[in-house]
């Protein structure tokens, strides 16, 4: 198999995009389909001060790496949540990603506020969701970042609407869409860039670029039962999962009104934010209140 666009040895084969490409090839490839989406639903801007939060998983390097190369300026953060060996070696990976392409780290780490992932018991992972969206939101808006962009693939964005719909649960714009605006002073914007890249295209960039990332679940995540539905689908139908996620955006809808924290004065749903329940339930001390 030969590469479509400089004739040499094929590496890549996109089944979606009906073209197979050599390494260099497929790297301008993907660094353009990220350029276009980027462009096409204004999901950064070169002015703005951009912060990336990065798990050190993949799909965040990818995102670190294509980002460095079409000449935006951000700062990275990355939460250590406290999980064990799994967090001691992404924060390494995340480490190794920031000295190789000489961007700014900053790191926080979840203890600072009273516990750590393995003292959640229950929905440990809804928890964790959680967690990293606040400390995510108030970290970028207290160092004065324009917009907060995470890795969030169409996989991530496809099934995630698949579990909620199957399930009878409306499902809210912000967890659909590529850039979302602040609707309140204490929000900063979030963005995907990638919600229209496959953890595929993902991978096989990080690969061949020859980022630092870590490989393997949480030891808390459940089996994906619904990202591998949306796989078996794009299996059958490849292009299922991009074509879908293009199609929500449009079916997005606006977010309820909010209100504040009774506890942090973040924006919440009720009289306390969901963080804050979190850490009243599992800390021990009152350390970081
Ligand atoms: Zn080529
Ligand atoms: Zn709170």
Known sequence: MRCRK???????????YRISLCGDC???????????????????GKDERILLAVSGGKDSSAMVSVLKELGFDFEILHIDLGIGEYSKDSRRKVENLSEMLSVNLNIVELEDYGFTIPQVRGRVCSACGTAKRYIMNRFARERGFDVVATGHTAEDLASFYLKNIAGGQQVFAEKLIPRIEPF???VVA????LFEISEREN???????GLPFKSGEC???PRPEWKEIVYDIELKKPGFTRNFVRGLVGKAENPLETRYCSICGEISSG???????????FTRSSKGF
């Open 6 to 16: 400089c004739g040499k040895k094929a590496v890549v084969s996109l089944r979606a």
């Open 26 to 44: 497929y790297v301008d490839f993907y660094r353009k389909l990220v350029e276009r989406s980027i462009k096409k639903y204004r999901i950064l």
């Open 184 to 186: 309140d002073a204490k």
């Open 190 to 193: 979030k963005a995907r860039p």
């Open 203 to 209: 991978m096989l960039y990080a690969l061949i670029k």
């Open 219 to 221: 030891p808390y995540a």
């Open 271 to 281: 009289e306390v934010c969901s963080f804050c329940k979190i850490r009243m339930k």
